[in-house]
């Protein structure tokens, strides 16, 4: 379908599986990000849970590392120590944060020695924290966008479902769609192929303005 992006962490349980999956693609194909869980956010545990995850996975690299979730017993200086030192070591080619609302993202730039690339959150039209993208991308820090489609009470709203109608495209796909409009990544949940292919059809058309601003307005 041409999904090459795949989000995974070490809270998941779900690494080994993903490591026999990605067998059958050259690795350069793929953006593999994972994520240190926020109890293993000292220096050296950090590099522990990397390696776990690399063996787990297969790869010799990750193009993305985030820390999972902040953990303020721990200071972030000795969190990033380590993140660069991996970056430097060519196990990851990119770090983030996950869940850091604008507080910590602005703690973790004046601190870490490599770049913050991404902040994933969760972000949607229920879950629009303006002043945050606002703020990453100032900074050059993507957004990512976990839970794009809230949790399924967002499908049912009439705006959405008006939008949706306009345009001839499911709740789904104009959620997604909002999202990338916003300038963040999206990486939906899919129970189903169908819902795989439909949460790749969000190319090639628009929400109109109107309806942007009823949305954000909402």
């Not at 916003?182 to 058309?205: C, Q, Y």
Request: charged residues 25%; proline residues 4%.
């Amino acid at each position: 379908m041409g999904y090459r992006h795949i989000d995974t962490a070490e809270m998941y349980g779900n690494q080994a599986e993903i490591g026999e999956a990605i067998k059958a693609f050259p690795r350069s194909a793929l953006f593999l990000t994972s994520k240190v869980w926020s109890n293993h956010l000292r220096h050296d545990d950090v590099h522990k849970a990397c390696d776990s995850t690399l063996r787990q996975l297969g790869t010799s690299y990750l193009d993305l590392y985030l820390i999972h979730w902040p953990n303020l017993s721990v200071p972030l200086t000795e969190t990033f120590k380590a993140l660069r030192e991996l970056v430097d070591q060519g196990k990851v080619r990119s770090v983030g944060v996950s869940n850091f609302d604008t507080a910590l993202m602005k703690k973790s730039l004046d601190v870490s020695g490599a770049p913050v690339t991404v902040d994933q959150v969760r972000f949607h039209p229920f879950s629009y924290d303006k002043s945050l993208l606002d703020f990453c991308k100032g900074k050059g820090v993507v957004v990512t966008a976990y839970s794009p489609l809230g949790r399924g009470n967002i499908l049912n709203n009439t705006i959405i479902q008006s939008a949706a109608k306009k345009v001839g495209k499911t709740p789904a796909q104009i959620c997604l769609r909002w999202c990338l409009r916003k300038g963040t990544i999206v990486i939906p949940k899919a129970g189903s192929e169908d819902h795989l292919r439909e949460n790749m059809d969000i190319f090639g058309w628009e929400i109109n303005e109107e309806d942007m601003k009823r949305i954000d307005a909402r």
